[in-house]
């Protein structure tokens, strides 16, 4: 199957049917496609990403004056197609040897796997043997469709976890989050919202030469053995990033005329197994991958760490990382990002775009979690991204705190000896970051409004928050300390707790700095 020509993408239009289609048809006008319909939620991510990694390899604008014109117009799809097609002979899935895309050029012999391998939460051998996959359901994918098993394959490229010796990492590290900007209007295409993330040729080169400097799999791969090299920034084609391929893979067997195990689709085709082998490509250097927010530590020369999915999931504690930058731990929002904060925002009107940010948690080479989250995101003048970097710490450094105290008081309820306790809490966590968000982000699109220099907010925005801060522990401690069952409730284990996080919440620095904030009258007296 080419993945150019063929209908392969599975979509929903405007009218609300689904089907299957070719990358070019994103630009169909009339009864628009207007979202992707992957069957895995890490799908959709990778979906969207080999779409826009299509774009910017093959349409990216000259300009930006070049994108407002076809984020007004969408692209004819004549146009469109005439561009993909050129990289049709790169994106052929099947071929017995040579190119086959995202597969290793010369990959004759390797360890043969089992196709499930493809997918991140397929548990290792290790997992295997001692039957500690119990949250995946490894006999469920024992044959993949075209179009699934090369959704796989760029998925499993693109946040290739640690597999074992050799067996490298994604160019990003292992299961990097993505960050992708969406609009908000409900009628928005599929072609607008990948539009959204693709940059102009002043801020990614386009290449003149398609070859395997841009797509890796067009010559023999860069080896990482011991006689190998590392493959950096100065190495290759910029773009190369779009289509990381750090993992030595060739799909082998397959069947005939059966169904999908993932989308239920019946096919000619479909994969069972692969091969693979360790030493591919190894991504090393300062990348910056422009979908990924990354940490900065310049001070000690550190390179560029992207940033993950993590224990406990995305929420309004990561906002300035992702959705602009957070000077006390040098997270910055991907380089998509920062051109809609500094430039390509002020097309558009408050609240009119989001920031969609997903990716795995990873221990190691397995898969905890898949998470993904929306966030707000502005178009601010210099002054007012002082302002919200400075604001947004403020708000969000005693929540920080008061999270702490609120889970090990909950901990002083619930047991006896809570020092002795190892117990997971990190429910409690959940609960008050849940309860608290609507609040904050309300008052961030406040903050985000206000012009001029930098300074304290007004003090109404820190007393609403102190306020939230107090109303949301007190239910959140509650919550959880009326649950305990019937036995171990010591009434007045609990109200010594409770009386302690009220010691500890108002004796919080942060806190008792919030508060002075947001009673400026009591300073100056
Ligand atoms: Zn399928």
């Known amino acids: 199957m080419n993945l150019i020509t063929s209908a392969w993408i599975p979509v929903i239009y405007q009218d609300g049917t689904k089907g299957l289609i070719a990358p070019w048809k994103i630009a169909e006008r009339e009864n628009p496609v207007i979202e992707i319909n992957a069957p895995r939620a890490d799908f959709q991510g990778g979906l969207y990403q080999f779409l826009i990694g299509l774009l910017q390899t093959s349409f990216a604008p000259e300009d930006e004056d070049q994108w407002l014109e076809y984020w007004e117009e969408t692209a004819s799809i004549n146009e469109l ?40 939460e397929a548990p290792g051998a290790n997992a295997l043997k001692n039957n500690s996959d119990h949250f995946v359901k490894r006999d469920l994918a024992n044959q993949l469709c075209s179009g699934c098993a090369a959704t796989a394959l760029f998925t499993l490229q693109a946040n290739a976890p640690a597999g074992g010796v ?25 072609w607008q919202k990948l539009w959204l993330n693709v940059l102009n040729q002043e801020e990614m080169e386009s290449a003149e030469i ?10 023999k791969t860069r080896l990482s053995d011991k006689s190998g090299v590392i493959t950096t920034p100065e190495t290759v084609h910029p773009l190369q990033q779009y289509w990381g391929m750090p993992r030595r893979i060739r799909l082998t067997t397959k069947v005939e005329n059966e169904s999908c195990d993932l989308c239920g689709n019946h096919s000619k085709h479909l994969y069972t197994e692969f091969i693979t082998k360790n030493y591919g490509v190894n991504y ?26 993590q224990q406990g999931g995305l929420g309004y504690r990561h906002w300035l990382g992702m959705a602009l930058q957070d000077s006390e731990n040098g997270d910055k929002a991907a380089r998509i990002v920062q051109l809609y904060n500094e430039e390509r925002g002020s097309n558009f009107e408050m609240d009119s775009a989001s920031l969609w940010c997903f990716g795995y948690d990873m221990d190691n080479m397995k898969a905890r979690c898949w998470y993904e989250s929306h966030f707000p995101v502005f178009y601010l003048d210099e002054k007012q991204k002082n302002n919200l970097m400075g604001w947004g710490a403020e708000f969000i450094n005693p929540a920080r705190e008061v999270v702490k105290t609120l889970r090990s008081q909950v901990k002083e309820a619930w047991f006896r000896r809570p020092k002795d ?39 109404e925005f820190y007393q609403t928050w102190l306020k939230c801060l107090e109303k949301q522990t ?43 904030r947001a009673t400026p009258e009591e300073k100056e007296t």
Do not use: C
């Open 81 to 120: 197609k005439e561009s993909f097609e050129k990289l049709a002979f790169a994106f052929e899935l099947d071929n017995s040897e040579g190119v086959a895309f995202l597969q290793d050029y010369d990959l004759p012999e390797g360890e043969s796997k089992h196709i499930s391998a493809l997918l991140i």
């Open 166 to 190: 050799g067996h490298r990492v994604g160019l990003r590290g292992g299961g990097p989050l993505t960050t992708l900007l969406l609009p908000e209007n409900k009628k928005a295409t599929l």
């Open 210 to 219: 398609m070859d395997a400097r841009v797509l890796p799999w067009l010559s």
């Open 284 to 309: 090393d250097g300062a990348w910056e991958h422009p979908l990924t927010p990354y940490r900065f530590d310049i001070k000690n020369k550190e390179l560029p760490l992207s940033l993950k999915g």
């Open 421 to 459: 306790v190892k117990g997971d809490m990190s429910h409690i966590d959940m609960q008050f970051w849940q309860a608290t968000e609507t609040d904050f982000y309300k008052i961030l699109q406040q903050l985000a409004m206000l012009s001029g220099d930098a300074g304290m907010a007004p003090a």
């Open 474 to 516: 007190r239910l959140v401690f509650e919550t959880a300390t009326l649950e305990s069952t019937p036995e171990d409730l010591d009434l007045k284990r609990i109200i010594a707790a409770q009386n302690d996080l009220w010691k500890k919440f108002y004796g919080n620095k942060a806190i008792k700095t919030l508060k002075l």
